[in-house]
């Protein structure tokens, strides 16, 4: 099972950083979100992949046009929340209004009832696991949130699950699809998207492709971007995680689709026996 997503967001909405932190911020720069998805629609109409989006609510309101066109290839959206904030440093209620917010912003656009969620960075841990709740009281049936190794920012250890399961948190379940995993050196390592991608060789990403029998992907318009501007106020290893290996990404995901086939997130969905699936008691 190789599940291709895309997190649809600006090539400014960096974590972890100060200088791209709020709207005001990104006022600042050019947007360059246009000519990104006109990249990703083109790759996916080439190699005949599908594909699920998730994507912010504040990109549905500053550029509808483009979560209409997502939504009229036939393409699933889900959201990525509202203004690309860290999980853990919100509050519940934060938490619940950024939620909301992008749920309506993103129903409005297509029409459609928004049933998937994943965090900005991955940003659900132990502590926050009440996002959990939040997203089950607001209707989403289904997560993407579980990156299930060490991160910078985000990640859940103790989750010790990589493959489609159910989350029970005090006795209401949600669907997961966690980040998958590959044992490196005794450690959980990752590969399949962002920065992870963009590091590794292609045969190397094509071996451990063929090698995973599950797959959960995850790219940005960005990603994809060799000419977007330098963020100077990054730190050194910021920039090294955000630009290193742009150039060549899109020819590295063009090869995975020739050589792999990909699903969405429902259809993955409906191919899990979920009365199989392991329950992660959180």
């Known amino acids: 099972m190789n599940i291709l997503t895309f997190d649809i967001e600006e090539w400014f909405h960096i974590l972890d950083n100060d200088s791209t932190k709020t709207e005001a911020d990104w006022a600042k720069y050019p947007s360059r979100i246009q000519e990104n998805m006109e990249r990703i629609f083109q790759l996916l109409e080439e190699t005949n992949q599908q594909a699920t989006f998730f994507c912010l609510g504040w990109v549905a309101r500053k550029h509808p046009h483009i979560i209409r066109a997502i ?50 960075g991955f940003s659900v841990k132990q502590e926050n696991k009440w996002v959990f709740e939040v997203l089950i009281e607001n209707g989403i049936e289904v997560d993407c949130s579980i990156f299930p190794a060490k991160r910078s920012h985000g990640g859940f250890e103790q989750f010790g699950v990589a493959e489609p399961c159910w989350i029970d948190i005090d006795g209401h379940r949600l669907k997961e699809f966690p980040i998958n995993t590959f044992n490196g050196l005794g450690k ?28 959960m992907t995850y790219f940005h318009p960005r990603d ?43 259809t993955a969905e409906s191919q899990v026996n979920w009365n199989e699936a392991k329950t992660v008691l959180i």
């Open 71 to 120: 939504a009229d290839k036939g393409y699933e959206i889900a959201t990525h929340s509202d203004l690309h904030q860290l999980a853990y440093e919100q509050s519940r209620s934060e938490f619940k209004n950024d939620l909301e917010t992008s749920i309506k912003a993103l129903e409005d656009a297509i029409g459609k009832k928004i049933r998937a969620y994943r965090a900005p």
């Open 188 to 215: 959980p390592l990752i590969f399949s998207g962002g920065g992870y991608f963009r590091l590794f060789p292609y045969t190397v990403l094509q071996q451990l492709t063929k090698q995973s029998d599950y797959v």
């Open 224 to 266: 994809f971007d060799a000419e977007q501007p330098m963020i100077e106020e990054l730190s050194l290893l910021r920039k090294f995680k955000s630009y290193y290996g742009l150039s060549g990404c899109l020819e590295k995901l063009r090869d995975l689709l020739i050589d792999f086939p990909f699903i969405d997130l429902k």
